[in-house]
T-cell receptor, first 114, second 113 residues
């Protein structure tokens, strides 16, 4: 099965600074790489994702970069705002057989300090 | 378009009792997934339905857990009898067959005392 490691586990940044969270996975056949944001008491929400044939994707202040050779992908948030404070999860998806489930990282608690 | 809904939002039961959680996926989504987050740990996969069929139930912890999706619409997850370690938040997610994106419900917080 897929092994996923996510770093750091906690991250505090000043408002306006950038935040980067990294996710390393083990299954070289993984082909879909989403990031979820979960605010306290709410549902995990898909914020950005990338497929294996693309190296980078950007959506306003959020970007994801993928390095398939090294088997890691990263979430980049620029110009952070207090409302970005939440737990962020990476969740690569396998490609073999019926393995459509997401394998979640342990999460990163991001705190944006005003 | 209505999102994934789950019922109840919270459930507190005693050890040994039975609880049934319900998930209504987004209309038209054939794929339905159950996940669980135990306190402070990562979200873990439980099982995956395609329509009414169990595609993958490799994440189900033991035979005290029973999931059904009769008719291929909503799904239920029954825990019988509940144990203390079953406490956590149970999430349901759904996706269309042709895309990868999974959309999550708000979760059911289960507390077993």
């Amino acid at each position: 099965g897929e092994n996923v490691e996510q770093h750091p586990s906690t991250l505090s940044v000043q408002e306006g600074d950038s935040a980067v969270i990294k996710c390393t996975y083990s299954d070289s056949a993984s082909n879909y790489f989403p990031w979820y944001k979960q605010e306290l008491g709410k549902r995990p929400q898909l914020i950005i994702d990338i497929r294996s044939n693309v190296g980078e994707k950007k959506d306003q202040r959020i970007a994801v970069t993928l390095n398939k050779t090294a088997k890691h992908f990263s979430l980049h948030i620029t110009e952070t705002q207090p409302e970005d404070s939440a737990v962020y999860f990476c969740a690569p998806r396998g490609a073999s057989g019926s393995a459509r489930q997401l394998t979640f990282g342990s999460g990163t608690q991001l705190t944006v300090l005003p | 378009e209505a999102g994934v809904t789950q019922f109840p939002s919270h459930s507190v039961i005693e050890k040994g009792q039975t609880v049934t959680l319900r998930c209504d996926p987004i209309s038209g989504h054939d794929n339905l997934y159950w996940y669980r987050r135990v306190m402070g740990k990562e979200i873990k996969f439980l099982l995956h339905f395609v329509k009414e069929s169990k595609q993958d139930e490799s994440g189900m912890p033991n035979n005290r857990f029973l999931a059904e999706r009769t008719g291929g619409t909503y799904s239920t997850l029954k825990v019988q009898p509940a144990e203390l370690e079953d406490s956590g938040v149970y999430f349901c997610a759904s996706s269309h067959d042709r895309v990868y994106e999974q959309y999550f419900g708000p979760g059911t917080r289960l507390t077993v005392t």
